[in-house]
């Protein structure tokens, strides 16, 4: 799933860098001198979930331009209520098609220069 | 159907190539419905066209459009977004001080399909309007199955990953099993009813806001004009009729002004008299 996301981002337009956890892309934010212009974020990670990712990156004033996107299997309507209240900026479902992922970039204002969605 | 069989070989070799889709033989009718629009879309007459501009010139941006057509099965909400954020960013404002007297708005969505564009206006309408206004949308189609689809109000995940905002996704919807509903709210604003626009239509009170979208480009001129003539007269003098991305009723029916609303444009009956526009009155 983790590929499929890279390849449509990538067909996109974006720059693609991946982290196994949450605790992984905390460490690599902080040796970025600008942070992404977003974040796909799962909920089930080892280390540090999606949930704990979202609520730490929020606590930075340096990352707030950040998008958080979750990007999961988990579905509860109390779970995106929680993702969203934790800072997530919009919430995908699994499965979901490459105009989905597209339709949510465009919500964002996300869209790379030259890029059509 | 203008789609020849060398037209249809080329468009099943795209999608397979674009979006590893396989059509098989009989989807023909199939290509030639969904590639219409985009072929309008472009400034095409037809699908044979739009295959032929591919040929010649393949572009990305409208290879794109064709393997989304065929290989997307779901609706999007807030399609376009431009016309719903045109109504919270300056239409519902200037009617909610035309209707001050009344404080009520009708709306219809005449060519609802399985219900995102009513259920998105709905939404629309509960958040921009203030409290004490009532609204009512009625939603029809000239599909019995699309209206009762609809009225159902439930839609899988992969619907409501399309164009809907999570936040309103979680206010406005309720898990079912692997579905998601739409709540009591939503359903109690909308009356759904099974309609023909292009036979006489039933009488019904006059509306504020008419959206009829991407409908249109099926109909011959004729029949645009007849439906567009019809629509007219249950509109209110000062109402705004949306019509989709591409659709104008320019060249089609002069008994409208198009008039700009927010960043789309919309269409008012023309009237002798000088009307209020955008800024004024």
């Known amino acids: 799933m983790r590929l499929i996301l890279r390849r449509i981002l990538t067909q996109i337009g974006f720059e693609v860098l991946e982290a196994e956890d949450g605790q992984v892309a905390l460490d690599m934010l902080a040796r970025m001198d600008e942070p992404p212009e977003l974040a796909t974020v799962d909920w089930n990670m080892p280390n540090m979930n999606g949930l704990e990712f979202v609520t730490a990156v929020r606590k930075e004033a340096r990352l707030r331009d950040m998008a958080l996107m979750m990007v999961t299997t988990e579905s509860e309507h109390n779970q995106i209520v929680r993702a969203l209240a934790a800072g997530a900026h919009e919430y995908v479902i699994k499965p979901f098609t490459a105009v989905a992922i597209a339709d949510k970039l465009a919500l964002l204002g996300l869209v790379p220069n030259g890029a059509t969605l | ?281």
């Open chain 2, 1 to 281: 159907m203008t789609l020849t069989a060398a037209d249809f070989s080329y468009v099943v070799a795209l999608v397979r190539r674009e979006a590893a889709i396989v059509l098989g033989p009989g989807k023909e009718y199939l290509v030639e419905a969904r590639l219409l629009p985009v072929a309008r879309e472009v400034g095409l007459g037809g699908v044979g066209e739009l295959v032929a501009q591919l040929q010649r010139r393949p572009d990305p941006s409208v290879q794109g459009r064709v393997v989304d057509a065929l290989t997307t099965n779901e609706t999007s909400w807030f399609r376009d977004r431009e016309p719903f954020t045109a109504l919270t960013d300056a239409v519902l404002p200037q009617l909610v001080q035309a209707r001050a007297a009344t404080r009520r708005l009708r709306v219809w969505s005449a060519a609802c399909s399985s219900g995102q564009e009513p259920y998105g206006l709905a939404m629309t309408l509960e958040r921009a309007l203030p409290a004490g206004w009532s609204y009512e949308i009625v939603a029809s189609d000239i599909s019995a199955e699309m209206v009762e689809r609809a009225r159902a109000g439930c839609y899988s995940q992969l619907e409501v990953n399309r164009g809907l905002p999570a936040n309103l996704l979680v206010e406005y919807f309720e898990r079912v099993g692997a579905h998601w509903r739409v709540n009591a709210t939503l359903r109690r604003s909308v009356a759904f009813q099974r309609l023909n626009l292009a036979a006489p239509l039933p009488p019904m009170a006059p509306f504020d806001l008419v959206f009829l979208r991407n409908v249109l480009i099926y109909f011959d001129i004729e029949t645009k004009r007849s439906v567009l003539r019809n629509v007219g007269r249950l509109m209110r003098p000062d109402a705004l009729l949306f019509l989709g991305a591409a659709e104008t009723t320019i060249g089609v029916d002069d008994s409208y002004d198009r008039v700009p609303a927010g960043r789309a444009s919309a269409y008012r009956l023309r009237t002798s008299a000088p009307v209020g526009v955008a800024g004024k009155g």
